[in-house]
């Protein structure tokens, strides 16, 4: 008999890790002063979703495959996010787009439309490298959290397909 994890287990690690990131996110913001930019939120909105599908996965049945699925959807559209601030986050300086006005006063003032392609496509905040986690950047740890998930997400999909 294999030592493998099984399907609630594989969901359940699916949880405790993007509730991690989500914890290690509010850290970095609060105790050590980041304002998150509008990709870091939109990193932040795809870590708690694929946790919450997870959950979900979790409450009503974890052996079916739909649930694994969509977590692993909501990782990888997350990864995406991250990918593209850390394209914003190579170009050069002349390249980099102007930066836009603080994100919760978009909130406060801009239509929905204006605040989601801002929040998809990044402002020149996003271009900001923050190193306060040593080795390499926010968005480059954000990307490793998101291709754990989704490696876990893709581990509970063939245990549940068993």
């Not at 699916?14 to 970095?28: F, P, Y």
């Not at 649930?67 to 986050?89: D, E, N, T």
């Not at 496509?121 to 968005?139: E, F």
Request: aromatic content about 10%; proline content about 6%.
């Amino acid at each position: 008999m294999k030592n493998s994890l099984k399907t609630e287990q594989w969901a359940t690690w699916i949880c405790l890790g993007a509730g991690g990131i989500l914890c290690i996110g509010l850290l970095v913001e609060f105790a050590l002063g980041l304002a998150p930019c509008p990709l870091c939120m939109m990193q932040r909105i795809w870590f708690a979703l694929t946790g919450i599908v997870a959950w979900i996965g979790l409450s009503h049945n974890p052996r079916w495959g739909i649930y694994p699925l969509v977590s692993a959807l909501c990782a990888m559209v997350g990864g995406g996010f991250a990918i593209r601030q850390l394209w914003l986050q190579s170009l050069p300086a002349d390249q980099v787009p102007s930066c836009g006005p603080d994100l919760s006063y978009m909130i406060d003032a801009f239509p929905l439309g204006d605040l989601l392609v801002a929040m998809t496509s990044g402002t020149g905040d996003c271009a900001v490298v923050h190193d306060v986690i040593p080795l390499m950047s926010i968005a480059g740890w954000s990307l490793l959290g998101f291709s754990l998930l989704l490696f876990a997400s893709v581990m509970q999909l063939r245990q549940s397909l068993r």
